[in-house]
């Protein structure tokens, strides 16, 4: 019988082998995130200031990728890519969050989990450092979908895990000139204009091993903002939405992306028209939104792990990880041609 052993271990092996190489590849994944969409000029934006933004961008990337590849959730990816973005000074949410008419911040954010089609969202709070944080805790812990102002502050009273902070706690030198400079404006012309102030709003959308989408957005709103304003990123099918094949996370002139449902509107046209992602984004962002006045800019993702990444504007603050793995970050848009890489 001894001779026999050698032999049945290399059949076991070679039995092995075989199941190895005939198992499907893992499923794929993928994330993809913004950071907001404007009018950005190269020559305004240091050197300085783009690396730090770019490798805030992958700390984002970072962060929601290793959820993924530990077979977390898409749900668990988004929040912790936006989690990151929040905690940036360089973005319009959490930290970087834009000052409103009065000289304070209300803050706003969304997320929607795609085969279940949960979502919670919160709009105009002033204490809560991680409003990302909060949104999901009302998808999760009470029967509604969205809490507003002193409301949505209670109820994070009652949770634990959410953490407070004073308002002032999201100034920033930065966002203080800008709102300077939107009341000279406002000033001078005698009209509350508000066009181009609302950039650097932060979203992200993934695609976990278990073919489940998630998206989420966070945003400080417009500067200068007047009587409690309430732009898109909190309204599910405005500025987030998820369903069992099509994630979307808007960032733009909110009103518009309000009264074009802009992020429903680009999985309705890829589950009920037929169309591609890309196909379905561009129509919306570049076509839609524009004829009725607005811009802006999106991050979209579907099933198969495909990513769109349209804007209107000079540029986008933009990551990608795709689903063989390879990833990036772009500014401007003569960053197309990486943008284009990702978008195949």
């Not at 998820?242 to 992306?257: I, K, L, N, P």
């Not at 792990?305 to 793995?325: E, L, Q």
Request: net charge negative.
């Amino acid at each position: 019988m001894r001779p026999l052993m050698p032999l049945l271990f290399a059949m076991a092996a070679m039995t092995a082998h075989a199941q190895d190489a005939a198992s499907p590849p893992p499923p794929p994944t993928a994330l993809v995130i913004h950071g907001g969409a404007g009018v950005m000029d190269r020559d305004k934006l240091s050197a300085g200031d783009e690396a730090a933004i770019r490798a805030a961008l992958d700390r984002a990337l970072d962060a929601g990728n290793a959820v993924l590849m530990r077979h977390g959730s898409a749900l668990d990816a988004v929040e912790a890519a936006i989690l990151v973005l929040e905690e940036s000074p360089h973005f319009n949410a959490g930290k970087g969050a834009v000052f409103d008419a009065d000289g304070g911040h209300q803050l706003d954010a969304s997320v929607m989990e795609g085969h279940t089609r949960r979502a919670g969202a919160v709009a105009g709070v002033k204490t809560v450092r991680n409003p990302i944080r909060l949104a999901r805790a009302v998808m999760e812990h009470s029967p509604h979908v969205m809490l507003a102002g002193d409301g949505a502050e209670a109820f994070a009273d009652t949770r634990k895990d959410i953490e407070r902070v004073a308002n002032d706690w999201f100034d920033t030198d930065h966002r203080r000139r800008q709102l300077d400079e939107a009341r000279a404006r406002e000033q001078a012309s005698a009209t509350h204009d508000l066009r181009g102030t609302y950039f650097g709003t932060v979203g992200a959308v993934a695609l976990d091993r278990d073919g489940h989408i998630a998206a989420g957005t966070s945003t400080g709103g417009m500067t200068n903002k007047r009587w409690s304003r309430i732009g898109d990123s909190p309204v599910i099918g405005a500025g987030t939405w998820a369903d069992d094949r099509c994630g979307v996370s808007g960032t733009g002139w909110g009103e518009f992306y309000i009264r074009a449902a802009v992020a429903h509107d680009i999985c309705a046209r890829v589950a009920y028209g037929g169309a591609s992602l890309a196909a379905a984004a561009h129509e919306v962002v570049n076509v839609v939104v524009p004829k009725l006045g607005g811009d802006g800019g999106a991050i979209a993702l579907d099933v198969d792990g495909n990513i769109a990444m349209p804007f209107n504007t000079s540029g986008m603050y933009r990551g990608w990880v795709k689903p063989d793995g390879s990833r990036g970050t772009a500014v401007f848009r003569e960053d197309g041609a990486r943008e284009d890489s990702a978008n195949r």
